[in-house]
């Protein structure tokens, strides 16, 4: 195997595209866990979930895909809250196990429901995707070419991350969403409704996953079923980060795109998913808390 | 506990009644999916006990299958001897995950597991082990029923219902031992567990290794007497989520949890099927996430008390005392 | 716990102890409803026997009748005795649904259309008798695939089967199927073991469908002859494989490499190596395979996974290469539009397509997919193909042993010796091996952008029988070295 300069900038280059969509993902489940302490494992199917809303809504509309996601968004996050109220709150406070038997059930309801949907719309359940005006272009970088969707994609993601960072530090409502997720029972004292807290948070990790999704769908056909394993793997994301921690999230994110990248091309890709947890397991041996998790 | 055992004999003589009444082979089959389903989860459940969460009981389930699997067909023992030398090796390698996860606690331990699943799947379809594993032809295992047995079907169910009633009284020992309460002392407060003289990590591996063990047995069971055709296919997600659904389903930590929740969820797994196409699995999915939303002490909670159930329909709560 | 205020029963889990109790029912309806069908249609005796006679012609005037009764009722149908049940295996849930529906689709076509003509003749009635579909979903999982066998056989007791998907899946379920002795016409599972393996009586299955390493092999085949003179024709081919970590992607490869070894093809496999199912990101891998430098890279994947493979290794990599052939699971018209501009010149390894067909059952085909496109609003997949073929095949058995007694049937099926239906078999006749097995006439096609209808569409380009075209090699293509 050739192994020059070109090919490992190649190697990074993608490993670090590959991260920043798990990123994506992760964040919006760190935002769940910090404030409710609920990891929701239906993650995957509330993004394919977005990933079909922006589906119709662009074969509806006809008009470039990345100008519907907004309101694919907002859609994804009202059905979010949806699924706070209606299923994780009722059974919050019980066992953690309790969760991820309810998103499991979530699973089951989601992936059916999409695919009741779709072979409705569609009449057939084969993988779609979202064909984005730009798919043919792309911007030259030395010895990688950046696809023009992936320095929306990027560029985007980056905007997001940051604007929800500002969100989390410099609002009043980004203190009280902090202040419940450090301390519940004492933000609830200081008349934080931390309910309303638990729905939006929710609410902002659908609509995080709903982006994650239309992402998903303009980089590669989806079907009903295709969530599950990046979620699973976004989880493995905030675990490697430390639960909560957001730039830890980031970082393991990166971290993960990497080591699958270099798996891959050094191993082959039956090793892909293997070495990241092999890698996950290693990290977590050596800091059972995670990379940025607090001791205790 | 009287109660409890009483039940336990009235439900054992109608389930090794089921093949006198009717030989009806579906049923046979349904129930016994759901006795392999019950070994696995009683598994599951043990080292959910001291306060382990597993993620990817799927990895211990399959390599029990392999192990089994593999030595019945290469040394020609009986797969009734295999079937409970093989799992031992289950146990072993549990051990090591066990020794590697014994810091680790909920999610990250729920994680580590998970990816031991996603591993293992990746080295037994390994080029380099396919002199063993076949890679993905897989391995066809030889039947843990000889075939001068007939009826064959009814042969199966009575020897995985046996199975069932050893691994459940098995755990019913455990539970009701210095090590069950070992378990539930580290579960409910490791600190506290250490305190008072638990050696935890002694236990909590001791925990990982009986509870693989368990699935690795399930999972030989699965393949020497119902599937029989052996590919890596079992290491899938899904397999590893089948104890959880089941164990929390029918009372997790419980002693009857898992033996409830796995014959009466496969059951209705089964009903819903009987609604064709997705709708039967939505309404799977809700009934699930209300079994879970309204009890989440699991069915168990339930049954526990039926009693009530008469009065409170009658309109008079009357809270009654109840023996567990 | 005495004095606990929980015990008491809330009035929400009352609400669902009765939902309990009706799924219970359910479970219990579920398990009687197939029998109950069953005896109650065996109730009616035929007299009509008698006053048909046998022979020929009689049976047309059966048609006739028939007829009437059958588009004003569909269902009843006093002459026959009982119906005939045909079982379909698929998945209708899970992953595996999208193809599954096809199968399910294809099936209930063909059902229909022989039901139309008044059923299947059967000797030992005297009369046509009607088919009765029965249709169980695998769930895409291996405890589905069981109980879904189970109930075909063994809950609707169902005469023969048909369908059946995933090499993983179905030979979990064989041993219920030959234990019930059902005759089973297997047709979504390209692994050979289906109807080699030696611990249960294989007798009662035959495999419709091309396996594995036959499609491996005409891949060489493709490159070496099709390929090969265009790129490279003073040295040998460079070819790159990506397979899928599966049985059905180790069984191409390993039939690539075995008939390169055989026939000592001018190929070298530069670069081997395998994914996992449903992988999205092909990145790294791609630039792998790019690094050794191949003529062409070979994807063997499903749909989904073959269009990022060819999209990620055009326009994210700019990997110019030839890519394919690929895998005939591909085939459907959600391929040929998703799959875009950049899937121009990329190849196809086939026996089926939504826009292509082999000339010699290409009247039939199109007549097919413009019923099944009227019924269904969707074109047919290569899959459903095979089990429409399957159905009929199944009633061809029925009326040669003349008698629903299975075993017979079975031995019917082995014997069998017809024309070819809607996939091209070698010969044009369908006639199983001993082992059981009919295989496909596969050959090759290319894809060629259609600037009219903005959509690829294939050429035939192998074998040179029926080559409509020579391959053609993108314009900024990069040879290998």
């Known amino acids: 195997m050739v192994l020059d300069a070109a090919t490992i900038t190649r190697i990074i280059f993608w490993g670090l595209v590959a991260g920043s969509i798990y990123t994506l993902l992760a964040t919006g489940l760190n935002i769940i866990f910090g404030v409710m302490k609920v990891v929701n494992f239906a993650h995957g199917e509330v993004m394919i979930l977005g990933s079909y809303v922006t589906f119709y809504l662009w074969s509806m509309a006809q008009l470039n895909p990345y100008l519907v996601i907004p309101v694919a968004m907002l859609v994804v996050a009202g059905l979010g809250m949806l699924i706070e109220r209606l299923s994780f709150r009722p059974i919050k406070g019980t066992s953690k196990i309790n969760e991820i038997f309810l998103s499991l059930a979530l699973i089951l309801i989601l992936q059916n429901a999409m695919a009741v949907v779709a072979v409705a719309n569609l009449r057939e359940l084969k993988p779609v995707l979202i064909s984005s005006p730009f798919r043919l272009e792309s911007i030259p970088l030395g010895p990688v070419n950046l696809p023009n969707d992936f320095a929306v994609i990027l560029s985007v993601t980056a905007l997001v991350l940051v604007g929800l960072f500002l969100v989390l530090r410099r609002t009043g409502f980004g203190r009280r969403l902090r202040a419940v997720s450090q301390n519940r029972t004492a933000a609830a004292l200081m008349g934080v409704d931390v309910e309303r807290m638990d729905m939006i948070s929710f609410g902002i990790g659908s609509a995080l996953a709903a982006l994650a999704g239309a992402f998903l769908a303009i980089l590669a056909p989806f079907d009903p079923y295709s969530g599950t394993f990046p979620a699973i793997k976004a989880f493995a994301v905030i675990i490697l980060g430390g639960l909560g921690s957001i730039p830890g999230a980031v970082m393991a994110g990166f971290i993960l795109g990497l080591s699958e990248s270099a798996a891959a091309f050094l191993l082959g890709g039956v090793w892909k998913d293997a070495i990241a947890f092999a890698f996950l397991t290693a990290i977590l041996v050596v800091r059972p808390e995670g990379i940025f998790g607090e001791r205790g | 506990m009287k109660k409890g055992f009483v039940a336990g004999i009235i439900l054992l003589v109608i389930a090794s009644a089921v093949p006198m009444i009717t030989q009806e082979p579906y049923i046979l089959q349904t129930l016994s999916i759901a006795y392999v389903f019950a070994i696995y989860s009683i598994g599951w459940n043990i080292l959910a006990l001291s306060g382990q969460v597993s993620l990817g009981h799927a990895a211990f389930f399959g390599i029990g299958a392999y192990s089994s699997v593999i030595l019945a067909r290469a040394y020609g023992l009986p797969p009734a001897i295999t079937v409970v030398v093989g799992p031992l090796f289950t146990a072993l390698v549990g051990l090591g995950i066990g020794l590697l996860c014994v810091r680790l606690k909920e999610w990250f331990l729920a994680m580590v597991t998970f990816g031991f699943a996603v591993i293992m799947q990746a080295i037994v379809v390994d080029d380099q082990l396919r002199w063993l594993t076949n890679g993905w032809d897989g391995l066809l295992a030889p039947h843990l029923i000889p075939p001068e047995f007939e009826p064959l079907r009814v042969w199966n169910y009575y020897a995985l219902l046996a199975a069932t009633v050893i691994t459940y009284v098995a755990s019913y020992f455990i539970f009701n031992s210095r090590l069950g309460l070992a378990f539930k002392t580290i579960r409910d407060n490791e600190l506290v567990a250490r305190v008072c003289g638990v050696k935890t990590m002694r236990y909590k591996l001791l925990s990982f290794v009986i509870s693989t063990y368990i699935a690795g047995v399930a999972g030989a069971l699965q393949y020497h007497v119902l599937f029989r055709f052996l590919s890596p296919e079992v290491f899938h997600l899904q397999t590893s989520f089948w104890p959880l659904i089941f164990t929390v389903g029918g009372g997790l930590g419980t002693l009857e949890g898992p033996l409830i929740g796995s014959i009466i969820l496969w059951i209705a797994w089964e009903a819903f099927r009987a609604i064709a196409g997705f709708y039967g699995l939505i309404g799977l999915g809700i009934f699930l996430a209300l079994v879970i939303i309204l009890m989440p002490g699991g069915i168990r909670s339930l049954i526990a008390r039926a009693p009530s159930l008469i009065y409170g329909l009658g309109g008079r709560r009357k809270i009654i005392s109840q023996g567990m | ?481």
Request: aromatic share 8%.
């Open chain 3, 1 to 481: 716990m005495i004095g606990n205020k929980k015990t008491a029963l809330t009035r929400l889990e009352a609400v669902l102890a009765v939902l309990f109790i009706v799924a219970l029912i359910a479970a219990g309806a579920g398990w009687v409803r197939p029998i109950e069908t069953g005896v109650t249609t065996v109730t009616e005796v035929s007299t009509v026997t008698k006053t048909v006679g046998e022979g020929q012609a009689a049976t047309v005037t059966v048609t006739e009748t028939q007829r009437v009764t059958v588009t004003e009722t569909v269902v009843k149908q006093p002459e026959a005795p009982r119906k005939i049940k045909i079982g379909l295996l698929t998945h209708q849930t899970g992953p595996v649904a999208p193809i599954g529906q096809d199968m399910e689709r294809a099936f209930l076509l063909a059902v229909e259309e022989i039901n139309a003509r008044g059923g299947v003749y059967v000797d030992e009635f005297g009369t046509k008798v009607l088919l009765e579909p029965v249709i169980e979903d695998q769930q895409s999982s291996r405890e589905g695939t069981v109980a879904a066998a189970e109930r075909l056989v063994n809950v609707a007791k169902v005469d023969i089967i048909v369908g059946g998907f995933g090499s993983a899946f179905i030979p979990g379920a064989q041993p219920i199927i030959a234990e019930a002795g059902t005759p089973y016409i297997i047709t979504g599972v390209s692994t050979p073991i289906v109807v080699t393996r030696t611990d249960i009586d294989t007798s009662w299955f035959v495999l419709y469908q091309a396996i594995a390493p036959e499609h491996g092999q005409s891949i060489s085949l493709i490159l070496a002859e099709a390929v090969r003179p265009v790129v490279a024709p003073d040295r040998n081919l460079k070819v790159a494989v990506l397979y899928q970590d599966s049985p059905f992607g180790e069984g191409f490869f390993a039939g690539m490499e075995q008939i390169i070894e055989e026939k000592n093809l001018p190929i070298d496999l530069v670069f081997v190596d395998k994914f996992k199912v449903r992988e999205t990101d092909f990145r790294a891998l791609l630039t792998a395979a790019a690094a050794a430098n191949p003529d062409v890279i070979v994807p063997i994947g499903f749909i989904g996974e073959t269009i990022a493979v060819i999209q990620q290794g055009v326009r994210d990599l700019g990997i110019k290469k030839l890519y394919g052939p690929v895998c005939v699971c591909v085939e459907s018209p959600t391929y040929y539009r998703d799959l875009g501009r950049e899937g121009e010149f990329s190849l196809i390894q086939t026996y089926f397509g939504p826009y292509h067909v082999h000339p010699r059952v290409a009247e039939k085909v199109a007549e097919f997919s413009k019923k099944f496109e009227e019924r269904w609003g969707v074109r047919p997949g290569s899959q459903g193909l095979s089990v429409y073929d399957a159905v009929y095949i199944a009633v061809k058995a029925i009326e040669e042993a003349g008698t629903l007694d299975k075993a017979k049937v079975a031995e019917a099926l082995r014997n069998l010796v017809m024309g070819e239906l809607l996939l091209p078999v070698p010969g044009g006749v369908i006639k199983f091996q001993p082992t059981g097995h009919q295989t496909f006439e596969l050959y090759g096609v290319q894809l060629i952008w259609d600037e009219n209808i903005q959509e690829l569409r294939p050429v035939i380009v192998w074998p040179k029988e029926i080559a409509e075209a020579e391959v053609r090699l993108p314009p900024d293509f990069q040879p290998g070295g």
